[in-house]
């Protein structure tokens, strides 16, 4: 009796101990944020806001975070349509390479994004196309396909088959079917898409160093810059902004149940 | 909608064009760079790769520091995933929140708490110092140990996810057998427990080694490429962006995707993985 509960305990604590450590670097860096030194300190000996306001007033900050907006709203838009289409067309394809073609358009996941990275910098300084606002966002894109194509993929079932079936026999044709059908039905899918989507790109650090040069400098970018050269608590304020936004559209986005 | 052809339709078409312009082009360019430069050509610079003690040992280094964060990562997750798996409803969504809510963030901002954490002025080394562990209060930043406790937190919700993905509803009803038959709780979870969640482990393991094989961000800040925490993808960086020398860069990029190819193949071979993965495509759940 005595051993069972010794060892269930110690499993339990070890696994305690581990959700800890996986939650660790969050915590810290919430309190770090409003020190009112200038270096970074655990814990803060004096509490300010002014690393926000250097966040907000600077063209440093602020305009890579808008831009990091910018470019993930749209990317993530391109992502979904792509997604769908994706999807949409895996549905209709019985064919021998459905894996393969499945596989394929999953593969910007677990390739690395170093490597995709450099090959585009080649091809897009070739193409003239190097530190352009065209060249991220069809970066982010391709990254945000393989996400918006599994989500939409397991919201696309034989109901919503019959559906567009039944539209058919009232005369629509596909894509009349598919724009007042198909996607008034799964428009909430199609939001957690795009949101997932939206995440990926504005968090996303590995392309952007590689594909963005002095003008399309994204939040992740000027983050791992200002980490690796002059580590200022700015940084730990953005990554709390940061933090902050996800959890906030994550919970808009499923809470809204009347969209 | 129920029209099922054999053909590539032009929903799949375009987005295949798409990925054909943005993925395959930039991998050709690769392939190009690698093969064909002023200076030598493929063979040439893929010899040096194989031979320069400077490329192998960075090639080796890669590979085990991936081996020890897979490894810890997935000594970590399972007590993780057991506390998971046994914990009342409550609780478990508590903690899976945790977990997802940590996966949300950006990989450079936990990368960079633990800067904060690993160097001279916090808690952690002061405590470490305190109870005799290190003979100063020293700075981790920078070493192979940061390194690798960095990726490992980074990685650890992937393992935890694959792994609780494959046990069993039932396995707390699977638990309240196993006890009644008198088993010990060591014989349940050596027995019971883990044989059923290996499934889960072992894609975990692989998911996890690929992800460490080519990562960038974690090691590039918490070690800097100093010592024995260079890795392939800092070196990747370091050619190309610093040195300008593209065609090791390009040679470089193509021998991980290579590898990490190899190892994705040699994963999805077992048959268990191919019924798996027809499973989704056919939305069927039980295939035979």
Sequence with gaps: ???????????????????????LPVIILVPMSFTDSKYLQFPPLSYSLRWYSHFLTSAEWFGPFLKSVLIGVLSA??????????ALGI???????????VLFILSPVFLPPITIGVGMLFTFSKLGLFDSYLSIILAHTLLGIPFALVI?????????????????TFGATASYALFTVLIPEIRRNLLNAWLICFL???????????????????????????????????????????IVISTALTLLFSKRSKI | MNYKGGHINIQLGSVLFFYALILIVPVGFLAYYAAADKTGSLSGSLHQLMTDGLYVSVLLNTIYISLLVTVTTLL??????????????????????????SMWINVLVRSFSWIILLSKGSPLSAALYFFKLTSTETSFTYTRLAVVVGMCNILLPIMIFCISSAIPRKIGELRKVSQSMAAS???????????????????????????????????????????????????????????????????????????????????????PVRLYLSTVLTHRSHVK
């Excluded at chain 1, 549905?91 to 073609?101: C, E, F, Q, T, V």
């Excluded at chain 2, 995933?81 to 409803?89: G, Q, R």
């Design chain 1, 1 to 23: 009796m005595l051993n069972r509960i010794s060892f269930t305990w110690l499993i339990k604590l070890m696994g305690v101990l581990g959700l800890l450590f996986v939650v």
């Design chain 1, 77 to 86: 838009v391109l992502a979904v349509s792509g997604g769908l289409a994706a």
């Design chain 1, 91 to 101: 549905r209709i394809y019985h064919g021998r390479w459905k894996s393969a073609i």
């Design chain 1, 152 to 168: 939409i993929l397991s919201a696309l079932n034989r109901r919503l088959d019959e559906l567009m079936d039944a539209a058919a």
């Design chain 1, 200 to 242: 990926v790109s504005f968090d996303e650090p590995v392309l952007s160093l590689f594909v963005t040069g002095s003008n399309t400098k994204t939040l992740p970018r000027q983050l791992f810059d200002s980490v690796r050269y002059d580590l200022e608590p700015t940084s730990a304020a953005v990554a709390v902004v940061m």
């Design chain 2, 76 to 101: 970590i997750a399972y007590p993780v995933v057991f506390v998971l798996a046994h914990a009342s409803n409550k609780w478990r969504n508590i903690m899976l929140l945790a977990v997802t809510s």
């Design chain 2, 185 to 271: 709780a060591w014989f349940y979870f050596a027995k019971v427990f883990i044989p059923e969640s290996i499934r889960g482990a072992i894609a975990g393991c692989l998911l996890v080694f690929l992800l460490s094989l080519g990562y960038y961000i974690t090691p590039a800040l918490l070690g800097g490429g100093h010592g024995d925490t260079m890795m392939i993808s800092l070196l990747i960086e370091q050619q190309v962006n610093q040195l300008g020398n593209w065609q090791m860069g390009a040679t470089l990029s193509v021998f991980l995707m290579g590898a990490i190819l190899l190892v994705l193949l040699i994963g999805l071979l077992p048959r």
